[in-house]
């Protein structure tokens, strides 16, 4: 999962070493979910992209589409050269959260693709990672409600990726990171450390993506809310008005505005006069 264009397809086709999946330069329109499976030495390794699958804070309706699956790792993929976060950001956080529940991000491995970058500045390489990384995690941390204390509970590692065509290869012809680490089978093991530190995976069941809605919960005593505003607030005011009244007090702008216009309420007969022009 991840922000659009990103880079989710591109990584899925990486890993499986095949082009499954759909990618675009451009935003496409009706992309579905799609699964891909792919069986060696035993295993059989199912993955999900999930194009579009955020819209307005809110996971849509294709979040259907992972009922009754259960997720072992969640990739949350994003570009390592970013330079700022953004509402987006956020919304897609706390729409996984809400939909997913926050246990997902024990089960998270974060992928930043695009990681044959020449980092601005002449800044160093890993120095800008770091930061990146740092940058981003807050984010998570702060959409997903991760207090201090729970850091540890989730680790959110994180794994680089570079799709490109272009990326450089080593003598054996995989695909390397800048500082020469093979990044396929580095992402394979991050996968597996995320999948076997011990949490549990995620069942998505409808209770799940319903999720304990907090607009909903308040719902319910909007009734009484306004019942107190009413008998406590308005009737005060109301008091206080009708007291002012009867005790002849007028505010500044009333004398003026009777100074100037004479007695009477003209705003008032005007209305009348209006809505009952016999009157
Ligand atoms: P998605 O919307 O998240 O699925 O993103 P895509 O996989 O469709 O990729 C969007 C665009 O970014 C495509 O033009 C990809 O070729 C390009 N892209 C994806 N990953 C990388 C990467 O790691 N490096 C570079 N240079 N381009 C990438
Ligand atoms: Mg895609």
Not at 42 to 55: K, M, Q, V, Y
Not at 216 to 238: C, D, E, M
């Amino acid at each position: 999962m991840g922000k659009g264009g990103v880079g989710k397809s591109s990584t899925v086709n990486s890993i499986v070493g095949e082009r499954v999946a759909n990618v675009s330069a451009f935003q496409s329109e009706g992309l579905r979910p799609m699964m891909c499976s792919r069986t060696r030495a035993g295993f059989t390794l199912n993955i999900i992209d999930t194009p579009g699958l955020i819209e307005g804070g809110y996971i849509n309706e294709q979040a259907r589409f992972l009922l009754e699956k259960t997720i072992d790792v969640l990739l949350y993929v994003d570009r390592l050269d970013t330079y700022r976060m953004d509402t987006l950001d956020e919304q897609v956080i706390r729409a996984i959260t809400n939909s997913l529940g926050k246990a997902i991000w024990r089960r998270t491995l974060v992928v930043l693709t695009h990681a044959q970058l020449s980092p601005p500045d002449g800044i160093d390489y890993n120095d800008f990672l770091a930061r990146r990384s740092e940058s981003l995690l807050r984010y998570i941390r702060s959409g997903a409600g991760i207090g201090k204390r729970e850091y540890a509970d989730f680790p959110l590692p994180i794994a680089l990726a570079e799709n490109s065509g272009r990326c450089k290869t080593n003598e054996n012809g995989a695909k390397i990171l800048p500082d020469g680490t093979p990044w396929i089978p580095n992402l394979m093991k991050e996968i597996t450390i995320v999948v076997s530190n011990g949490s549990k995976s995620i069942h998505v069941d409808q209770k799940l993506i319903d999720g304990p809605n907090p607009n909903n919960r308040w719902k319910k005593y909007i009734p009484l809310i306004l019942a107190v505003q009413y008998f406590f607030v308005v009737k005060g005011i109301r008091r206080a008005i009708h007291s002012d009244i009867s005790n002849g007090k007028l505010d500044d702008w009333e004398q003026r505005y009777r100074d100037l216009v004479g007695s009477g309420n003209p705003v008032d007969q005007k209305v009348s006069s209006s809505r009952n022009p016999k009157a």
